[in-house]
């Protein structure tokens, strides 16, 4: 059995890579086969961060085919257990994937073997970093607690939520048709909200209502708060919390606060991974407790409330123990 996580954000340069490439380390280290997946198609640098040389063929190959599957581009790493398949590197032009090579591409992730594939994705909503993410219900969505970022994670989780919906229901269809409407925001001058659409789908058929609640509720995507610098900067994930619970009438679980650390910047610049280097580094230990929550719970069970933000102040006290 393979779990996928796919590592996604709203804004750019919040710190997806360099998670996507210590939690890979960090769980080949708990004795899991990891393959981490540059998917940044356009932008991809997984190599630089992991310290490998840009000469290997990538996912550009298969996009292009010019490797006739995935498995054959599997790259060792400096770390057991740990494999890497880089993106569009060598070659570039990549990034407007055509469908049936993104159906092709979401097959060939499909049949990888290993406990773990984690996928380093692109920033933004566009509908093929949306449809990598939600190859996972239980993808990793990053931010920093800037208002920019938090803002954008919205936006990526509302994105997501509407994709979901979208695809719940088959072409054509009316459901489907009220879905786009809803996208397009072509539904004017009424309440805006993910449980109007829901009632519309209800008013449509009622079976289509629940199998839209069905996906909704089997969604868990959950969220990184990176680049933290006091344990203060953790409230700031209850904005987060709030806009969502406001807007989407839905919840967020937090699963990491990784604090702002200058060894984690330096590592990629010294081309070598985090972990590997600075492995007594704060970053390392807070992707060690990032990894140890991913194994406890690799999907998360039945939809959690913390009403108090219990979560939260767990992970604060990790990120500043009591002396
Ligand atoms: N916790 C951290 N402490 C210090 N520096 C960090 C931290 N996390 C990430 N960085 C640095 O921030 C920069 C952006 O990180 P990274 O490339 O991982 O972001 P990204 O979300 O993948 O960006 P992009 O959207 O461009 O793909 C890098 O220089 C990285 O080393
Ligand atoms: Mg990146």
Not at 80 to 101: C, K, M, S, V
Not at 102 to 115: G, H, I, N, S
Not at 119 to 129: P, Y
Not at 188 to 210: F, K, P, Y
Request: contains cysteine; proline residues 5%; aromatic residues 6%.
């Amino acid at each position: 059995m393979q779990y996928r996580i796919p590592i996604a954000s709203g804004k750019g340069g919040v710190g997806k890579t360099l998670l996507s490439a210590n939690l890979a380390i960090s769980l080949a280290q708990q004795n899991k086969t990891v393959i981490v997946v540059d998917l940044d198609l356009g932008g991809s640098n997984l190599h630089t961060v992991l310290g490998i040389r840009n000469r290997h063929q990538g996912i550009g190959h298969f996009i292009n085919r010019k490797a006739e599957n995935i498995e054959s581009l599997v790259v060792e790493t400096a770390q057991e257990r740990h494999f890497f398949i880089p993106g569009d590197g060598l070659l570039t032009g990549t990034a407007n994937l055509p469908y049936w090579r993104k159906l092709a591409l979401l097959k060939q992730l499909e049949e990888l073997t290993a406990d773990f594939v984690l996928l380093d994705l692109g920033s933004g909503t566009t509908f093929n970093t949306i449809d990598f993410f939600l190859t996972s219900e239980a993808g990793l969505i990053v931010t920093t607690p800037d208002t920019t970022a938090i803002l954008n994670a919205y936006s990526f989780l509302k994105a997501s939520m509407l994709r979901l919906l979208q695809r719940s229901f088959p072409g054509k269809s009316a459901e489907r048709q009220a879905v786009l409407e809803f996208m397009e925001e072509k539904v004017e001058g009424q309440d805006r909200s993910i449980q109007t659409l829901v009632a519309n789908l209800s008013a449509i058929n009622h079976e289509s209502g629940r199998t839209a609640e069905a996906a909704l509720a089997r969604f868990r995507p959950r969220v990184v708060m990176n680049m933290g610098r006091t344990a203060q900067d953790i409230r700031l994930g209850g904005r987060l919390r709030q806009v969502v619970r406001n807007n989407l009438q839905s919840d967020v679980e937090f699963i990491a606060y990784l604090p702002q650390d200058e060894l984690a910047s330096r590592s990629p610049l010294e081309r070598s991974a985090t972990l590997l280097t600075y492995p007594q580094s704060k970053y390392a230990v807070a992707i060690h407790n990032c990894a140890r929550r991913v194994l406890n719970e690799p999907v998360p069970e039945t939809p959690k409330l913390f009403p108090d933000n219990e979560d939260l102040k767990e992970l604060a006290e990790d990120f500043s123990p009591p002396r």
